[in-house]
């Protein structure tokens, strides 16, 4: 399976269970599956619904940050994986 590095884990509020990804390299768009983390301990999801600045949105670019929903837990300084 091919994966790409999009982006980090900057924040985790652990009461709504919502991670706040800052896009590093390339996109991410609702409908994508992403993975949380290396293929030893992380987790794979797909992506619902994402919001920046508590509005919806469909698709964020390198440089940005959106919050989403993540179906477990994680920590500051986790690497995203578009697969």
């Not at 599956?33 to 992506?47: A, K, L, S």
């Amino acid at each position: 399976m091919t994966t790409q590095q999009i982006g980090t884990i900057t924040h985790y509020f652990d009461k709504i269970q919502v991670g706040v990804i800052e896009i590093t390299e390339g996109s991410l768009s609702k409908g994508n599956t992403i993975r949380i983390g290396d293929e030893d301990t992380g987790f794979t999801q797909e992506v619902d619904s994402m919001q920046v600045e508590h509005q919806p949105v469909e698709t964020v670019k390198k440089g940005e940050s959106a919050g989403l929903k993540l179906s477990e837990p994680s920590q500051k300084g986790t690497l995203v994986y578009k697969l």
